[in-house]
């Protein structure tokens, strides 16, 4: 199983990136699929979750109205839309695949991790 995270960059404040995980070697459309982050001495942050029908979705106060997260089975892709970026969403920012029916606020219930991608937001 590969969960390949892409797209992070380097984004003036206010500006958007697009987050990609590509799967590979999983029964994608079983999976539950979250974004955590983790920025420079804090611990990782559960960020947005998708179940996996697409049915149910969850945000973090922190990104809410800010952050979209969506799936496409047929591609195997999680998406993580990213608008109106702060200094403080500065992080890398983790894929995880769940078996569970949907989303898990705890790292604990991610069978799969992508390896990380970086995103920083500049002031």
């Known amino acids: 199983v590969q969960l390949q995270a892409s797209g992070g960059g380097l984004v003036q404040a206010g500006g958007s990136l697009t987050l990609s995980c590509a799967a590979s070697?999983?029964?994608?459309?079983?999976?539950?699929m979250g974004w955590f982050r983790q920025a420079p001495g804090q611990e990782r942050e559960f960020v947005t979750g998708i179940s996996w029908s697409g049915g149910s979705l969850y945000y973090a106060d922190s990104v809410k109205g800010r952050f979209t997260i969506s799936r496409d089975d047929a591609k195997n892709t999680v998406y993580l839309q990213m608008n109106s970026l702060k200094p403080e969403d500065t992080a890398v920012y983790y894929c995880?695949?769940?078996?569970?029916?949907?989303?898990?606020?705890?790292?604990?219930?991610?069978?799969?991790w992508g390896q990380g991608t970086q995103v920083t937001v500049s002031s």
């Open positions: 070697g999983l029964s994608f459309n079983n999976y539950a």
């Open positions: 995880a695949a769940s078996p569970a029916v949907t989303w898990y606020t705890g790292g604990d219930e991610y069978d799969y």
